[in-house]
């Protein structure tokens, strides 16, 4: 191949690799970063020598480390000539980032695998609109369930006195037939309460009688799951200087649902960090106590607080905001909120402007399972 037009290609390629819109590397077999473009420098933070001198394994959240690890192994192997999955990086700054990863592997002229060539594209706008809308579900279904409700007490409690009336009207016409018989209002009145029986009915067979979340509660460790979730923020947290002092008690029990209680405690953890004073280093203290058949989970923080007296109504309503945050939507407190409700519990909060915020968060003992849904109270 003459030279010239070798160079051609070396320089096209280059310029591909280079500035390829999705994120594009040259990985060694021991997982250390070869060759990178300036998208993955932008999509993960770092400097591009800063990447040099890691590997993809720092970075990579620990949840998706081993299938990652398991899929390259095959490709090593020959088992597989390439896989695609979903996995987390963490950012420079801190938080976790989503991505497409592709991976092929490349051997030389023996066979022998030389280096691993990956593909990844920033999904996390995507994953991010995912949970929200996953989160939005899980409270329509809830409201929905209220609604089931109120079909239950319409084709049961109502329907009782609606037989009562049917009843007197009955006696009415044995006592008084000739009476009411050309009585226009009377015929009215029967043909309205024929109507409403109909309308009961109808409810009646729309109605599905439903599994109670509190029948679906599993039995938790409320302390792993805040080790799991402050693991989850460990970058965040260290990028902020911020400290999260975990003092539940180990051997504690919760009746919970897995993924709503990642999602509760996350969700505080967070939003600790986020609205969190300038003015001190960010400190976050979790408690439990044990009140009646509850254990109630304290989330101290210590920033920037709540003006109670003029967010209480819309703290936990949908799009209720109450700082100035470029991120703050509205959205988490609400969709939390309905997840502790769904699990037999409750929420309180204390707060202070300028020294900050305590949620307590009531869930259910894992001994007390038999808990009455019908006789709860839940207060905000």
């Not at 990579?60 to 690890?69: A, F, K, N, Q, V």
């Not at 987390?88 to 030389?114: C, I, N, T």
């Not at 029948?215 to 792993?224: C, P, W």
Request: aromatic share 8%; charged share 25%.
């Amino acid at each position: 191949m003459p030279k010239h037009i070798e160079r051609f290609k070396t320089k096209l390629f280059q310029n591909i690799f280079n500035h390829a819109n999705g994120g594009i590397a040259i990985v060694s077999t021991e997982g250390k970063w070869i060759k990178i473009n300036k998208s993955i420098v932008n999509f993960l933070g770092y400097e591009e020598d800063e990447l040099y001198e890691m590997n993809f394994q720092d970075i990579t959240h620990r949840d998706d480390l081993e299938i990652d690890l398991k899929y390259m192994h095959q490709l090593m192997r020959g088992e597989i000539n390439n896989y695609q999955i979903e996995k987390r990086y963490f950012h420079k700054k801190g938080f976790v980032v989503w991505a497409l990863l592709s991976v092929s592997l490349f051997k030389d002229e023996q066979g022998k695998p030389k280096y691993f060539i990956a593909q990844i594209t920033d999904i996390s706008d995507q994953k991010s609109a995912s949970y929200q809308m996953e989160g939005l579900m899980s409270v329509v279904k809830e409201q929905n369930e209220k609604l089931k409700d109120f079909a239950h007490i319409a084709t049961h409690d109502i329907r009782t006195h609606v037989g009562n009336l049917s009843s007197i009207i009955e006696f009415l016409e044995e006592d008084l037939e000739e009476t009411l018989t050309a009585n226009e209002n009377f015929t009215m009145l029967k043909d309205s309460l024929r109507n409403l029986t109909e309308t009961i009915e109808h409810l009646n067979l729309i109605r599905i009688n439903k599994s109670r979340n509190v029948n679906r509660l599993r039995t938790l460790s409320l302390y792993q799951y805040v080790e799991n979730s402050i693991y989850n923020v460990s970058a965040l947290l260290k990028k902020e200087n911020g400290q999260i002092i975990n003092k539940i008690d180990k051997n504690l029990q919760i009746k919970g649902i897995e993924a709503y209680l990642d999602s509760i405690i996350l969700n505080f953890l967070t939003n600790a960090l986020k609205y969190k004073s300038e003015k001190r280093l960010p400190v976050i203290e979790l408690t439990n106590v044990i009140d009646d058949d509850s254990v109630v989970l304290k989330i101290k923080d210590n920033g920037l607080g709540i003006d109670l007296n003029s967010n209480s109504e819309k703290l936990f309503t949908l799009n209720g905001t109450f700082h100035e945050h470029q991120d703050s939507r509205g959205i988490g407190l609400y969709i939390t909120k309905n997840h502790i409700e769904s699990m037999g519990g409750k929420i309180e909060v204390e707060s202070k402007v300028g020294e900050g915020t305590c949620f307590s968060i009531y869930f259910l003992k894992a001994q007390d399972v038999s808990l009455k849904e019908d006789n709860k109270k839940v207060v905000v």
